[in-house]
């Protein structure tokens, strides 16, 4: 079960523990490369564009724990879309387009969201959903662990033993960047909880 995790007390932290604080951080837009089919790949460059969906995420740490990236069922912009899947910039990992009315709000940004179900209590509901695989990227004191390394588009990228909500972070973002991955960046304030106990962010 997914738990609010203290990493400086190394605990588990009850929801009635927990006190929020607003944090001003950013919202950063990433391009996950849509995979092709073997029909696809035969044609020429010139026959068609790399098709991308663009999700936006405050965590983009997060990402390397993503198991599927979600759609509305309704929404006509992505239902050419449907069953195919994207590669997971960094790590490499083929995840499922999946289609879900109750993650999804499809007029908020793109109408596209990354699914990390050991990270996020939405993301957990939504991969009891859907059956989907859980990655936890932590170890107890709050690093990356062995599952945050892969390989994408022929190198070889590795964030283990980065701290996950700082340098982490920042060594993603710096990765993406160089890849021209980052689609936009925008100042944004969000509610992140806190652990009554050691006055430190809680980790889901």
Not at 47 to 70: F, K
Request: proline content about 5%.
């Amino acid at each position: 079960r997914l738990v609010n995790w203290d990493t400086h007390l190394q605990t588990a932290v009850a929801d009635d523990e927990i006190y929020h604080e607003t944090v001003k951080g950013q919202m950063t837009s990433i391009r996950y490369p849509v995979e092709k089919t073997k029909d696809e790949r035969r044609k020429t460059e010139d026959e068609g564009a790399d098709e991308y969906l663009i999700v936006a995420t405050t965590r983009p740490e997060t990402m390397l724990g993503d198991t599927a990236v979600a759609v509305h069922p309704d929404d006509d912009r992505y239902k050419h879309l449907h069953g195919k899947h994207v590669i997971v910039p960094l790590v490499g990992r083929r995840i499922p387009i999946i289609t879900d009315g109750l993650l999804v709000d499809p007029s908020f940004g793109t109408g596209v969201v990354k699914v990390t179900p050991a990270h996020d209590p939405n993301d957990y509901a939504t991969g009891v959903r859907h059956g989907l695989e859980q990655i936890n990227l932590l170890t107890p004191d709050g690093n990356v662990n062995e599952n945050g390394a892969g390989e994408f588009m022929g190198k070889a990228y590795s964030y283990v033993g980065l701290k996950f909500a700082s340098t982490a972070r920042q060594a993603v973002l710096a990765d993406l960047e160089a890849l021209g991955l980052i689609a936009d960046v925008k100042v944004h304030e969000h509610e992140v909880g806190h652990s009554d106990r050691s006055k430190t962010p809680i980790e889901p």
